[in-house]
């Protein structure tokens, strides 16, 4: 027994303890339990990694009530530690800890301190349930738990109208994309009369194709739900007006790689359903394309990167699109090394500038900020993709794995690891180089910030070197053979120095360039900078039309109009009848009462009358 | 006299007693009341622990004549179905009491006294196994609640009161239409009795009696869950009752009609209802997502979460004619979780309309920074409400799309909306109420909860989670009593094989029965 729920259960005590008695602990207890109970977590799992010998020849399972039990369905609180589970429990401690850290200098001049870290520990008790889950419905439990915390961070600052907006946004979104994992759920047990995933994977190449395809493209909207992939990505972007560390804990680093979890997860589904694998690796491709033309034009810092974060899941899903599992979850935790850093940094470039998030009113922080930059420089070369940095090695293996499946993948993806190289990059110089244009005195962050940052900087440096999780997973996902294409490797290199360099000239050699850009562009650049008019054409085809024809059509028109007025004809005739026997009783109440009985009589002489008809007609 | 018989005549004495007491002593009669309901409570967990799972048939039975001509028996006993909707009755009186302590200032002795007649009919009607007793206690509960509603309630009370009355009524004069035909048939009121007289064909009916049997039982309970196009009384009902009221009507009333439904209409009228069953699921499907969605445009408040209802009541008519074993857990427990979780929701909402003397949700705003645990337990109550895991409403609710989806996946992907659209109605709601500025109307009105506001929340908050969480202690006895009801539902086979297949074109009838007995 490896008593696996202390992994979830350390955050979730720290959780309660800070959310019922938090408000009247200082600032010290409330970092103290929030970020112990993190630590402990963590290493409760490192404990677990070294003490079980063969995490492939003998997954850890743990099973600790029924949960559910109806005929004969059952589903069970049981936990499960594969190498792939390890992996994702080391990314989730690992970074959650760091973020953790973080948090408590980012946060310290923040009301509501207590609720913060609350909530955070709630995410980490429900991410960490969602990757130990030994069945769907207890991932399902993760996976609508963390959206809950995700609901609850991005509100935070609950006064304001945008962020309590953008928090319902993420909920409601997400709960489409549950739809569909929650219908894949139904026909699993349908088809297979279990939600265990050792009992669902062995059985399921028997399954029909059909079956299987309808499962994988119904986890796949799930997926797209979670990981804001096309076309509902649209929560993600607009998450950003969450607290900074929840930006990179939640919205970079673990909560939005669930659905690429989910999907290797499910490969045994996936691997049988060709077209549900040909769609995960399109709509991956398109989203990785579509959000990284958006991440070229935009100003605000935490936007650029959230944009890039829906590009880089799309990466993920084309690796788990065109087969290369591993590769997808090697690219998931690079990303989560150099996105995490991305936006620390980004907090502490904010925090420096006094809270300032537009990059046309930064400029020169390299001075100012000395530690911050040079972090931010190992996070940005690693994103795009210059050996041997972390990103390097993942992206790589996904690209190979999509020329291996079809050319023009790996084509469209190196042109959007070229867009990413440059946006990355495009915001550095922005916000580093050339003069200060902000107002105050921008600053250096203090260390319980930058500290995080040096870790996070060293993990993406050498983190996609040291960690080869293809060779980890190998057991799980045998790595196909490939010939050698010094081709690819050039590319892929290429278009990100390529991008780099673009950058440069256009942001620090000739600055003008940029505006003249935009301006011949025109109507293109428009289309773009208003990320293609999607959210108002959800709103005028969707939202609007569901709202308005609830309140005129079903409420006016049906509820009142047709239903109400037919009661009230009723009604006023049998208030006529009963203002005639006002005249024998006194009051109202009674009147009816008699009203009743009269009708029951009348009524019960007719069903006598039609009772012996009926049995007339019986016999 | 067992404790059954004792848990139903607690709450009569009660209420007689408090009739006698003088209307001055105010205390007193509170007082009396609130002792009543809880000493009913503190010994309904006698039923828990002494009833019996794998022990076939009713426990707790008492069987006495209680009119000799026609024979009307006091007959009285509990399976797994009726032993936790009388504990749902039996918790949440002593709350309604509790919320009502400092709200009710008008004839106090006769709304206390009321409640505790509640309470005698609910656990009467759930325990009742005698069909003109069970439509004794089924009326009684239609009295007290009657004025609750045009007495204690708000401007539009009567017009209120009136229309649940004449629903309500029309409803039942249809069930005792049916009732006294069966009783002409079977010379017995005795459920069992009818059951087995007519599943073994000693009670002959014709197709059309059957359906209409079914139809008049039916109109009755669809009334009352309400179905789609019955419900337009609830909303009104709603708004206008006090929050006691409310939270009795919603908690626990609405469910003696999926009861009856599941009691009744099944077992006793098996080839009627799978032959109704479609037209009956489409209702289901539109209750459910027309109630999120008018729930969605509400202004109000209490208006809101009463069309929630709606949707949330269509889950458990969807479960139960899914006739399959998941979809009816999950109907059952569905009454269970919405009793709790809407009831804890019209608590609040109450709790805020004392404070505001408003249920108008654009009266409000930053809520939570005036009144953080107030706003917090909102929340949970929230989360349960649309079906978060961990919650008490998620069990239900998958367990019911679950078993519609064996018998019909077309029918689950319409059901499975309205989850969406819960999400989208309470989430709104909570922004505009507890989000955003703090309103100076609210600033000044907008206390946390007080000690006893704490004392009505905390045991539904904790049912919440238990019954997300640990579901075994109740679903083992809801399932062996559905397994059961499924098994009467398909008893008279004979007469089903001749009729046209539930599930026409995908199997033959008898082949579309065995699908169902799953």
Redesign the interface.
């Known amino acids: 027994m490896q008593n696996l729920w202390l992994i979830p259960a350390l955050p979730f005590l720290g959780f309660l303890i800070n959310g019922i008695f938090g408000r009247k602990f200082s600032k010290t207890i409330v970092n103290f339990i929030a970020v112990a109970s993190v630590v402990l977590s963590f290493g409760w799992v490192m404990k677990v990694f070294l003490t079980v010998p063969d995490l492939a020849a003998t997954p850890v399972h743990e099973h600790y009530f029924t949960w559910i039990k109806s005929g004969e369905f059952s589903v069970g609180w049981d936990f499960a530690v594969d190498k792939l589970t390890m992996i994702m429990l080391m990314i989730v401690t690992g970074i959650g800890s760091i973020i953790h850290i973080y948090a408590t200098g980012y946060m310290a001049h923040e009301e509501g301190y207590y609720r913060f870290f609350a909530y955070l520990n709630l995410f980490m008790f429900f991410m960490l349930n969602l990757v130990l889950a030994a069945n769907y419905l207890i991932l399902f439990v993760g996976w609508e738990g963390v959206g809950l915390c995700s609901y609850l961070l991005i509100g935070f600052y609950f006064i304001k109208h945008s962020a309590t907006t953008a928090g319902n946004k993420a909920f409601i979104v997400n709960r489409i994309g549950d739809f569909g994992f929650s219908l894949a759920m139904f026909l699993i047990v349908v088809n297979f009369g279990t939600l265990n995933f050792s009992d669902v994977f062995s059985a399921a190449p028997g399954k029909p194709t059909g079956t299987l395809t309808a499962i994988a493209l119904l986890l796949l909207l799930g997926a797209c739900g979670k990981s804001a992939q096309l076309p509902l990505y649209v929560w993600l972007p607009d998450a950003m007006e969450g607290p900074t560390p929840v930006s990179a804990l939640i919205h970079a680093a673990t909560m939005v790689t669930a659905g690429v979890y989910m999907c290797t997860r499910s490969a045994a589904i996936f691997t049988h359903a060709p077209a549900a694998m040909e769609t995960v690796a399109i709509i991956g491709l398109a989203t990785a394309v579509f959000a990284a033309t958006i991440g070229l034009v935009q100003n605000d810092i935490k936007k650029v990167f959230a944009y890039s974060t829906v590009s880089q899941l799309g990466y993920m899903f084309l690796g788990v699109g065109v087969g290369a599992f591993s590769a997808g979850i090697w690219h998931l935790m690079t990303h989560a090394f150099f996105k995490a850093l991305l936006f620390l940094g980004a907090g502490s470039v904010i925090h420096a500038c006094h809270g300032e998030q537009d990059m046309r009113h930064m400029g020169g922080l390299k001075k100012y900020a000395p530690i911050t930059f040079w972090t931010l420089l190992a996070a940005a070369l690693a994103i795009a993709g210059v050996p041997p940095l972390a990103g390097f090695w993942s992206k790589d293996a996904i690209l190979a794995a999509a020329y291996q499946h079809a050319p023009w993948m790996f084509w469209v993806g190196a042109v959007t690891a070229g867009m990413t190289a440059f946006y990355v990059f495009r915001a550095m110089f922005m916000t580093f180089f050339g003069e200060y244009k902000g107002h105050g005195h921008p600053h250096e962050s203090p260390v319980s910030m930058w500290g995080p940052l040096a870790v996070l900087a060293v993990l993406s440096v050498v983190g996609g070197y040291v960690f080869n999780v293809p060779k980890i997973l190998e057991s799980m996902f045998p790595i196909a053979e490939e010939p050698d294409n010094p081709m690819l490797l050039a590319v892929s290199i290429g278009v990100g120095l390529l991008g780099i360099a673009i950058a440069y000239y256009m942001y620090v050699v000739n600055t003008e360039l940029p505006n003249r850009i935009a301006s011949s562009l025109g109507g293109v650049y428009t289309l773009v900078y208003n990320k293609y008019f999607v959210d108002e054409i959800y709103d005028a085809t969707v939202v609007h039309p569901m709202v308005a024809g609830s309140e005129t059509v079903l409420w006016h028109g049906i509820d009142q109009g047709v239903i109400d007025a037919t009661v009230n004809g009723v009604g006023s005739q049998s208030k006529s009848i009963g203002g005639v026997l006002k005249l024998l009783q006194s009051g109202n109440i009674r009147s009816y009462a008699t009203w009743v009985v009269i009708g029951a009589v009348a009524l019960l002489i007719v069903m006598g009358i039609t009772a012996m008809g009926f049995a007339g007609v019986g016999q | 006299m067992n404790l059954l018989d004792l848990l139903i005549a607690l709450p009569g004495i009660g209420f007689i007693l408090t009739l006698l007491i003088p209307r001055a002593q105010e205390k007193l009669i509170r007082t009396i009341t609130l002792a009543f309901s809880l000493l009913t409570f503190v010994l309904s967990i006698g039923l828990i622990t002494g009833y019996q799972t794998g022990q076939p048939g009713q426990q707790f039975v008492t069987d006495t004549v209680w009119i000799a001509n026609p024979e009307i028996h006091w007959h009285v006993g509990i399976d797994g179905l009726s032993l936790w909707l009388i504990i749902l009755s039996t918790f949440l009186t002593p709350i309604a009491i509790g919320i009502s302590w400092r709200y009710i200032k008008d004839r106090t002795k006769e709304f206390f006294a009321f409640l505790l007649l509640l309470e005698f009919g609910l656990v009467g009607v759930f325990a009742a196994w005698d069909l003109f007793l069970f439509y004794v206690f089924w009326e009684v509960v239609l009295v007290p609640m009657?004025f609750l509603i045009?007495i204690w309630g708000h401007d539009r009370r009567i017009y209120a009161a009136?229309?649940f009355?004449?629903?309500t009524?029309a409803g039942s004069?249809l069930m005792?239409?049916a009732i006294?035909?069966l009783y002409?048939r079977a010379g017995t009121f005795d459920y069992a009795a009818i059951l087995n007289g007519i599943a073994s064909g000693r009670i002959?009916?014709?197709h059309?009696?059957e359906t209409?049997l079914f139809l008049a039982f039916f109109i009755a309970f669809a009334i009352k869950v309400p179905l789609f196009?019955l419900?337009?009384?609830l909303p009104d009902a709603h708004v206008e009752a006090p929050s006691a009221g409310s939270l009795m009507l919603a908690s626990v009333m609405l469910k003696m009609g999926t009861y009856g439904l599941v009691r009744f209409c099944l077992p006793m009228f098996p080839t009627a209802a799978r032959e109704n069953a479609p037209w009956i699921v489409i209702l289901a499907i539109i209750g459910i997502v027309?109630g999120a969605?008018?729930a969605?445009?509400?202004p109000n408040m209490k208006k809101l979460v009463a069309y929630s209802s709606v949707s949330h009541l269509g889950f458990v008519v969807l479960g139960i004619f899914s006739f399959?074993?998941?979809g009816l857990?999950?109907a059952v427990y569905q009454m269970l979780n919405h009793g709790i979780s809407t009831g804890a929701l019209f608590i609040l909402v109450g709790f805020m309309y004392e404070r505001r003397h408003s249920l108008a949700i654009s009266d409000f705003g930053?809520v939570?920074?005036a009144a953080p645990w107030l706003s917090t337990i909102f929340l949970i109550t929230t989360?349960a409400s649309i079906g978060?895991?961990?919650l008490n409403n998620f069990?239900g609710e998958?367990?019911v799309?679950?078993?519609t989806?064996?018998a019909n996946?077309t029918w689950?992907?319409f059901a499975?909306?309205g989850?969406?659209l819960s999400?989208?109605y309470m989430?709104?709601m909570y922004?505009r109420v507890?989000?955003?500025?703090l309103v100076d109307e609210v600033k000044h009105h907008m206390p946390d909860f007080n000690a006893r506001e704490w004392a009505c929340m905390i045991p539904l908050v904790i049912m919440m989670v238990w019954m997300g969480?640990?579901?075994?202690t109740f679903?083992?006895a809801i399932?062996e009593a559905n397994?059961k009801i499924l098994d009467q539902s398909k008893s008279n086979a004979p007469l089903r094989v001749s009729l046209p297949g539930y599930r026409a074109g995908s199997a033959g009838a008898a082949a579309g029965g065995n699908a169902h007995a799953?």
């Open positions: 009657y045009g009136v229309k009355f004449l629903y009524m004069v005792l239409t006294i035909f002409n002959m009916l014709s059309s009696e209409f196009p419900h337009t009384w027309y969605l008018v969605m445009v509400q399959t074993q998941m857990d999950g930053g939570a920074t989360l978060l895991p961990t069990v998958f367990l799309l679950q078993g989806a064996q996946f689950t992907i499975a909306i989850v969406i999400a989208c989430l709104w922004q507890f989000f955003g500025e969480i640990y579901t075994q679903l083992p399932t397994l799953r």
